[in-house]
């Protein structure tokens, strides 16, 4: 009986563990900027989009307590950072004042100013994020 529970651990255990990302969410650099606006900080993506949508509904989620129906959209395209020197960022607003209407994004576009994704949109990238590293 005991070979037969470690044979089920050792065989579902590495297909479900590599679905989890919360550990790598965490690592994601966001630094708040105001009571609306906030920067993702690029880890070692090298600027995949996955991973800022990814980073922006981690912060509105489960570090702000927001709901998953929360619009995110770019304020500022991926670029120079402004809060962290020598790196790349892209700043999200959870206010569409001051940008371009109409944005609302199905694609993951990072170089536009008004895309928006909800929450929970944003947070089916994270998969993607973290499991696109390792193939």
Do not use: H
């Not at 509904?57 to 998953?68: K, N, W």
């Amino acid at each position: 009986m005991m070979r037969f529970v470690c044979a089920l651990c050792f065989g579902i255990l590495p297909g479900v563990l590599p679905a989890a990302t919360l550990g790598e969410e965490d690592g994601i650099t966001v630094n708040r900027l105001n009571q609306n606006d906030f920067e993702v900080i690029d880890g070692s993506f090298s600027g995949v989009a996955e991973y800022f949508w990814c980073g922006a509904a981690t912060f509105v989620e489960r570090r702000s307590g927001l709901p998953g129906l929360t619009e995110i959209y770019i304020k500022q395209p991926i670029g120079p950072s402004v809060t962290t020197p020598g790196r790349k960022g892209v700043v999200y607003s959870l206010s569409d004042a001051g940008l371009p209407p109409g944005q609302d994004s199905l694609t993951l576009s990072l170089d536009r100013a008004g895309a928006m994704m909800t929450a929970v949109k944003a947070r089916s990238y994270c998969r993607d994020a973290f499991t696109r590293s390792t193939k």
